[in-house]
Each structure stands twice: as structure tokens, then as C-alpha cells.
């Protein structure tokens, strides 16, 4: 079977290293990329024992010209993107304003520029390409948080309603293109997220029931399959596509705060 290429955004750990596993063992060579170069190339030892060629880009994708170069870099190489997995993301906990505990504005910009503007640049340069190819899969990660305002993740939870938004416009402009394009919601999975996003001591960050491997394999047989949309777990599925509907927005807020208060996890 020819081997193919995916690139991977966050694939030097949790949800995004899980998912480059299943690309690796299913004949596709990787390009992983993340900032911290020592995980990344850590990553990349494991992702190279399946046998295909895996080429590591550390670039903060937060910023414009990283992503830039990335593509650069890409096209250098004359690499063929067969698959784009859009997924490096960072969550921000904490009150939006607050004396002297508010989230800081800087921060929550950075965020910004992260969850959303990158998620638009990424697809702006790697699908056209592809779609002159006539084939390709897409998977792009967003979050139950998304489905949800999110009281205490304020800016984290818009940025995945934004995600969520983008993807289904750029989706449904897309059909007919041959590309196969899924949305991933994952609920809470056990990864580093809630720790960088400063959210151990909240309901929300100290159960993390779901691995992210079972994300990731509920990610690939989704876009195998060819399905719009997955969530990472049934408890998220229930979440997004059950309550989340059916509760207008200020009970969603309301429910919400309960888990993601900051000293929730030991109320
Ligand atoms: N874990 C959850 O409960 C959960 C729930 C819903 C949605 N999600 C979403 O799932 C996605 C993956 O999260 P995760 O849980 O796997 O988090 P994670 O374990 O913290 O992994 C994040 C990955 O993204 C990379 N990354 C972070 N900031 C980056 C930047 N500025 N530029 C380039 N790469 C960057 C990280 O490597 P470096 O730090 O070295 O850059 C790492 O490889 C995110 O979009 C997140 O919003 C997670």
C-alpha cells in the first residue's frame, strides 16, 4: 500500500499523540509538530518504530510566521498532505475579571491565537492543495466546551465555538471536493490540558475519566468512516448532543460553573 503523509498539530502529547499512533500504524509517514522540541522528538522515536518516516516541525503555532514557515518548510520538502489533523489547542482557567485572581488578558489573547487563529491559517494553506488532489481527510479538534458557555473557561469555550462554527461552514462549502472532514469533541481526557490551563483544583480538571487513546481511536474510526462529527467518549455524546441541546444558554452556563469553579474539585 502506498505510503501516505499526515500532518499532525500537537502531536507531541495527549490527544494528538494518540491520534499520530493510529496514523503511523496505518501506513502514513508523520510530520508531528509542537513547541518543546526535546518532547517532540521523543515523541517522534516512539512514532517511527511503526516503520514509516516521521520529520518533526517545533513551531508555536500561536504565532503567524511559525506558521508560515511551517508551510514553508512543508512545500520545501515537497511533502504531499494527505491528511491535516488540526489539533494543537491550550485551555485557560480561572475568572475572566477578577481582584487579584482575574485571568490575564495577555494570556487569553495568546489563546486566541492558538484555538482560533491558527485552526483558520492551518486550513487557509493546507487545503487548497489537497483539494486540487480531489482527496483527503480532515480532522479538526474542538470540544465538547464548545456546545456550552463555559463560566471560568470564558475564552477557552469561545474559541471552540468558533471552531465548531468555522467547521461546518468550510464543511459544507467543501462538499463535492472529495475531502473527508470530521469534528472531534472531546469531553474531559486524561492529558496535561488541565494542568497547563491552571485547573487541577476544579471538578472538571481532577476527574478526567476518559484516556486519550479511546479519544483517539473514536477520532480515527470517525474519520475512516467518513462521519461529520465525534465526540471522545458516551458520557460526551450524552453532554453535547442531549443536554446541551435541550438547555438554553444560561442553564448550560449555570451547570457548567458547578465543575469548572475554581475550587470545585473539593466542594
Ligand atoms: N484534554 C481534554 O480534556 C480536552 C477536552 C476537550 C478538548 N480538548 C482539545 O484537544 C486538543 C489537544 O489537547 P490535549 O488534551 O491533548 O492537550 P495536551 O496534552 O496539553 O497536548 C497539547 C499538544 O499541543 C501542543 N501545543 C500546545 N500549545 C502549542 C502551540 N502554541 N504551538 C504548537 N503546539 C502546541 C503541545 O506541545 P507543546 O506544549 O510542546 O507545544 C502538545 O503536543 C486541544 O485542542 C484541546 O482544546 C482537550
Redesign the pocket.
Given at each position: 500500500m502506498r505510503q501516505k503523509t499526515a500532518l499532525i498539530?500537537?502531536?507531541?502529547?495527549?490527544?494528538?499523540?494518540e491520534i499520530a499512533k493510529l496514523f503511523a500504524k496505518n501506513n502514513y509517514d508523520i510530520i508531528a509538530?509542537?513547541?518543546?522540541e526535546e518532547?517532540?522528538e521523543k515523541a517522534c522515536a516512539e512514532l517511527k518504530a511503526f516503520g514509516g518516516a516521521v520529520h518533526s516541525f517545533s513551531?508555536?503555532?500561536?504565532r503567524y510566521d511559525a506558521i508560515e514557515m511551517l508551510k514553508a518548510k512543508v512545500d520545501e520538502a515537497a511533502f504531499a498532505i494527505d491528511a491535516l489533523v488540526i489539533?494543537?489547542?491550550?485551555?485557560l482557567g480561572g475568572r475572566f475579571i477578577g481582584e487579584p485572581d482575574g485571568t490575564e488578558l495577555a494570556k487569553e489573547l495568546d489563546l486566541i491565537r492558538?484555538?482560533v487563529d491558527?485552526y483558520v491559517h492551518l486550513s487557509k494553506i493546507f487545503l487548497p492543495e489537497m483539494i486540487k488532489r480531489g482527496s483527503g481527510h480532515v480532522l479538526m479538534?474542538?470540544?465538547?466546551?464548545g456546545t456550552t458557555p463555559v463560566p471560568f473557561e470564558s475564552v477557552?469555550g469561545a474559541t471552540?465555538a468558533f471552531v465548531n462554527s468555522f467547521f461546518w461552514a468550510v464543511r459544507n462549502e467543501l462538499k463535492g471536493s472529495g475531502l473527508n472532514m470530521t469534528l472531534l469533541?472531546?469531553?474531559?481526557?486524561?492529558?496535561?490540558?488541565?494542568k497547563?490551563a491552571g485547573q487541577s483544583d476544579t471538578q472538571v480538571g481532577a476527574s478526567?475519566p476518559t484516556k486519550?487513546s479511546e479519544v483517539a481511536a473514536r477520532a480515527w474510526y470517525a474519520l475512516m468512516s467518513g462521519h461529520e462529527y465525534v465526540y471522545?467518549s458516551d458520557d460526551a455524546e450524552y453532554e453535547g448532543d442531549i443536554m446541551n441541546r435541550m438547555q438554553s444558554e444560561p442553564q448550560k452556563a449555570q451547570r457548567h460553573r458547578l465543575l469548572s469553579e475554581p475550587g470545585s474539585a473539593s466542594k
Open positions: 498539530t500537537g502531536a507531541s502529547g495527549g490527544i494528538g499523540f509538530v509542537a513547541r518543546n518532547k517532540l513551531a508555536d503555532l500561536s489539533n494543537a489547542g491550550q485551555g492558538l484555538n491558527s479538534t474542538s470540544s465538547i466546551s477557552y471552540k469533541l472531546p469531553g474531559a481526557t486524561e492529558t496535561n490540558f488541565f497547563n478526567q486519550p471522545g
